[in-house]
């Protein structure tokens, strides 16, 4: 692992979306060649730069002693965070990045609204090492009848609903959550 005083986290700019671009292609170099998508809008910084435009995404990119390593992307709804994206370049991964990121995104959530209650994020259902850190940091996949349960559930998948988020509950999707109280 390298030490934590070779990497920085800063707040990503629209000057930045060619190398997150970058970074979210090269995430996928440690996966068999058949795993990796041709190509997806997320490969291309023009998607980066559309959706920096959302005054209510956040935005952290990671860099190390050789450069660029790692981007988070969450949106603020009141009361909730929810991770959008979560890319560490391959050659980095097992480093503790991703930890790093994911500690990032819940710190910045609650600094920006201390009532916030729930973290939230989605996966693709097949994705099982990514199923598996999210569990390791104690997020819960999310079952029908769970927002009986917990109530801020239900309030965020109403407001996802309202905000044009209602992908999360897809066939190819897994959500999952993390209370905060």
Not at 83 to 101: K, V
Not at 157 to 168: F, K, N, T, V, Y
Request: proline fraction near 6%.
């Amino acid at each position: 692992m390298r030490r934590p005083d070779d990497v920085v986290i800063s707040i990503a700019t629209p000057d930045d979306v060619e190398q997150i671009a970058d970074i979210v292609r090269r995430s996928y170099s440690k996966l068999p060649p058949e795993q990796v998508p041709a190509d997806m809008p997320i490969y291309h910084a023009s998607y980066h730069a559309e959706a920096m435009a959302d005054p209510h995404t956040r935005w952290r990119l990671l860099r190390d002693a050789d450069g660029p390593a790692g981007v988070v992307m969450w949106r603020i709804l009141p009361g909730f965070g929810h991770l959008h994206l979560l890319f560490i370049i391959g050659e980095s991964q097992g480093e503790g990045y991703g930890s790093l990121m994911l500690r990032t995104f819940a710190e910045a959530v609650r600094a920006e609204d201390p009532d916030a209650r729930l973290l939230t994020l989605h996966c693709l259902a097949d994705a099982t090492r990514t199923i598996r850190f999210y569990r390791r940091h104690g997020y819960i996949q999310y079952n029908s009848g769970d927002e009986g349960r917990i109530i801020d559930l239900y309030l965020w998948l109403d407001a996802a609903e309202r905000e044009g988020l209602g992908w999360p509950l897809r066939n190819d999707k897994l959500l999952f959550y993390k209370t905060l109280r």
